[in-house]
């Protein structure tokens, strides 16, 4: 009876520590559990991590994108001004030469110039002068032009821009104000007669003085745009013309001649200043004095060589 007494708590012990050993499908399920959830938590951690990361990413490439359109705006837009760096004032006569006399007469066929009258400006042209006179640094500049046909008194007052012209056509409207390339345009009469509007400014740091003249209806309706500069040392005014026809909105664009659309109209002047002139015949007058001088003293030379001559001739008499 003690040995079976014994020997059942032997295996009750044993059967015990088998247990102890042996996990139950219930510790089992419990451990699967744990993993499970063990391997989702870290799989969250890594998809938050990843989340941050991406989001930091998005954030960075957003920054390159925006940092260098608001620290660096563009520059490539010409900027303008209403003082000027230069003085225009002076007395200018045009000068006229087979080149020019060429690009007027497409100048004036451009413009739709019949033959007669091309004849007859081309006659007339080189009796073209000009009076520029510039005051409160640029901001106001006095034009007359002469020539034949009488004068041209006008006074073209540098106006702010009110606008960016890169928003804007070339000529617009901007709260109900006309403007040309932002600038606002004033009213003026032409020589003619005509009520038009002007606008004018200084581009390329106040060196060349940019001028429009709109609403014109000569020449079949069109826009005047004039750049004036110095050059040679400012002895030679320059102006670069360019005759932009009307658009006809009930074509849908330039106006046509003969079944074909309008071409602007480009012509240079070039003006020499009159103090210039001076200089350029003293110059020549000096030039000329010299030959004179030097053929003078090859004319005394060659007298004295001939009297000396004639004195030996008269020795061996």
Known sequence: ?????????????????DDEKTPTPEDVAITEVENIALVEEDEEKSDVVAEAEQKEEVENSVADVVKPTVAFPS???????????????????????????????????????PM???????????????????????????????NVRGS?????????????????????????????????????????????????WWEEEGTVHHSWVVGGTRY????????RYLSDNGNILVCESTFHPREDSKSGGEEKTNGQAREKACVTWRFLREGAIVSVFFFLHLCLCLVHIVHLT???????????????ISQHL
């Open 298 to 312: 090859y004319l005394i030379s060659y007298l004295i060589v001939v009297w000396r001559f004639s004195a030996r």
């Open 220 to 227: 079949g309706g069109g826009d005047f745009e004039n750049k």
């Open 152 to 200: 041209w008194e006008r006074t073209l007052q540098a106006s702010e821009q009110i606008v960016d012209d890169d928003k804007l056509s070339s000529i617009s409207t901007y709260h109900g104000h006309p403007v040309v390339q932002g600038h606002e345009l004033k009213p003026m009469t032409t020589a003619d007669g005509e009520s038009v509007s002007v606008a004018s």
């Open 1 to 17: 009876m003690k040995s079976i007494l014994t020997k059942g708590k032997d295996d009750t012990t044993t059967s015990a520590s």
């Open 75 to 113: 520059t490539s837009r010409q900027r303008s001004s209403t003082t000027s760096t230069v003085d225009l004032t002076g007395n200018w006569t045009l000068l006229t030469d087979e080149s020019f006399t060429s690009q007027y007469e497409n100048y004036l066929r451009q413009l739709g110039q």
């Open 116 to 146: 007669l009258v091309r004849t007859v400006a081309q006659t007339v042209i080189g009796s073209t002068k000009e009076e520029t006179i510039q005051t409160d640094q640029g901001k106001m500049l006095y034009i007359r032009g002469m």
